[in-house]
């Protein structure tokens, strides 16, 4: 019983940041129809933005100077390089995300070194014990944060006029275009949307570990598997993917194949796609055309 | 009487095939304005430009007295002039009541309560499935759903593209009814682009036969019910018919 409380108290902030990347791949996918790899380097982005604010602020304004730094950076890319190829298609768009990622890794590499960095906890003190299970005080607040950045959303997209018109685009962009929605402006905000979210979780992470600048890219697809798992659509079952993510790989960690946790979760991602393309969600969201 | 819309000499090219060679039409305040014409004539695209859809790259569109040249397609749309596409076009993973509110996107300030109301006063029927995704709704609901978010918008100038697509001659009537109602109760001007010659010329007021890209005729409604050509093509008269304004 103990063991299994300790595997999910350790699961839950872990499953809590592939959750947060995979909501953002999706936000900027239900928006654009691309798929934004760059989202685990932004994340990164986040971290950092918050280990500098650090230094001058308490450990709460630096999460959220993190949230904003990746949310502006995310909005950055999206003007210099996702918006002048809006004609060439959402593959172009996608590989550039690839690229943008590995820009992102290499100009926070030259200004800060490889890491690791950390900065102080919100609230100070020993790890708790719940149930015979142990974690960490950030950890906790990781999570909550997580919880508030779903509230959030969920709010906005389904009681806001401009959340709505962000589900307008993502369900029509043409006729988005004829009630008036700018798409241009949906998009910054989905992409400045996408890379808070992000960043905040991950900023919350960086006291209760380390952050290094090529944590990016590992934790990139694992909220891509997410993404996968809440149907590239659906925000509160990407959160419950990145959880489950997180407890397979927290599973293979204990047992012998500790070295090979993400072979495994990668293994399951290829057995994913062919046995259930629609993630988690009941069907293949079907456009009529 | 000045028009509310005014189209001059306009031109759009798909790549390198240009589809309208200099289209010019005109359309006066509270008029019901039809164009017909055989597939591929360029209907669908002069309303997609007229509401920036497609951009306006050759020639002129104005709403009123005011030259839409520099205008975004909210701009269009802020200005009075709603587009109602081809294939309705709702939201369909949204409900009918959100569909609606998003009609009147570009106008925040604008009391959206009372707009709903009228719209469901002129189609009950949408009160009804108000809660319901809008990809659930039949073919004339959508169509009434993709009118009514027109509504929202407090349009002076409306463009339907084909709204009888698709539909049950007993709903074609009932949109048609529903047309002439907006314009004698909010002086509505409409342009309606229509395959079902017959039922747009027994509505308008005046018409115009686009083919080839180029308006090859126009006239008023009664004028064109009686051209020997669209009698023959366009209303399904034999050739050597009387030319009385086909009924019924």
Redesign the interface.
């Known amino acids: 019983m103990e063991t299994v409380m300790q595997l999910f108290l350790t699961a839950l902030p872990a499953g809590a940041i592939y959750g947060a990347l995979g909501v953002a791949y999706v936000i900027v996918h239900r928006m654009t129809g691309m798929v934004n790899f760059a989202v685990g380097d932004i994340a990164v982005v986040g971290a950092f933005g918050a280990v500098v604010a650090s230094a001058v602020l308490p450990p709460i304004g630096a999460i959220l100077v993190g949230a904003i730094s990746a949310g502006v950076v995310s909005v950055l890319m999206y003007f210099l390089a996702i918006h002048p190829l809006r004609k060439q298609g959402l593959m172009v768009q996608t590989i550039v995300t690839l690229g943008v990622g590995i820009a992102v890794r290499s100009a926070l590499q030259l200004v800060f070194g490889t890491g690791p960095y950390q900065f102080a906890p919100i609230t100070a003190g020993p790890a708790i014990e719940i149930a015979g299970g142990v974690i960490y005080r950030q950890s906790i607040w990781v999570v909550v944060i997580t919880v508030a950045a779903y509230i959030g959303l969920a709010y906005f997209f389904n009681r806001t006029?401009t959340g709505?018109?962000l589900?307008?685009c993502a369900?029509?962009r043409?006729?988005?275009?004829?009630?008036?929605?700018?798409l241009v402006v949906m998009a910054t905000i989905a992409f400045a949307l996408s890379g808070a979210v992000a960043g905040v979780v991950l900023a919350a992470q960086v006291p209760s570990s380390f952050i290094t600048i090529g944590a990016g890219f590992a934790l990139g697809l694992k909220g891509f598997i997410a993404a996968i798992l809440g149907g590239f659509h659906n925000i509160g079952l990407t959160l419950v993917g990145g959880f489950l993510i997180a407890i397979v790989e927290t599973l293979a960690a204990v047992s012998v194949f500790t070295e090979h946790a993400p072979t495994i979760v990668f293994s399951l991602l290829i057995v994913l796609l062919i046995l259930r393309p629609q993630g988690l969600t009941r069907k293949l969201?079907a456009?009529?055309v | 009487m000045s028009a509310i819309l005014r189209v001059s000499n306009l031109r759009f090219s798909y790549g390198r095939t240009e589809v309208l060679h200099g289209v010019s039409l005109y359309a006066d305040e509270g008029e019901i304005v039809t164009i017909i014409g055989p597939n591929g004539a360029g209907k669908s695209t002069l309303l997609n430009v007229v509401?920036r859809?497609h951009r306006l790259r050759s020639g002129e569109v104005s709403l009123g007295a005011t030259d839409t040249a520099a205008f975004?397609?909210?701009a269009?749309?802020?200005h009075g002039c709603?587009?109602v596409?081809e294939g309705r076009?709702?939201?369909?993973?949204?409900t009918v009541r959100?569909n609606l509110?998003?009609?009147g996107?570009?106008d925040?300030r604008a009391n959206r309560k009372r707009l709903m109301e009228d719209v469901f006063s002129v189609f009950p029927r949408l009160e009804e499935r108000s809660a319901q995704l809008a990809?659930t709704l039949s073919g004339g609901e959508q169509q009434m759903l993709a009118i009514g978010?027109a509504i929202m918008?407090q349009p002076t100038v409306m463009l339907l593209d084909e709204p009888s697509l698709g539909l049950a001659p007993q709903m074609t009537a009932r949109i048609m009814a529903v047309l002439g109602e907006l314009r004698e109760r909010n002086g509505l001007t409409i342009v309606l682009v229509e395959q079902n010659a017959h039922a747009a010329l027994e509505l308008a007021d005046r018409g115009y036969l686009l083919s080839g890209g180029a308006m090859v005729l126009e006239g008023t409604a009664e004028k064109l019910r009686a051209d020997k050509t669209i009698q023959h093509v366009y209303l399904g008269a034999s050739p050597d018919a009387d030319p009385v304004p086909a009924t019924g």
């Open positions: 006029l709505k018109a589900s307008a369900v029509n043409y006729a988005a275009g004829i009630v008036g929605i700018n969201v456009e009529r | 509401a859809s975004s397609q909210a269009v749309v802020k709603v587009l596409p076009q709702v939201f369909s993973s949204l959100d509110v998003l009609g996107f570009t925040r990809g978010r918008s």
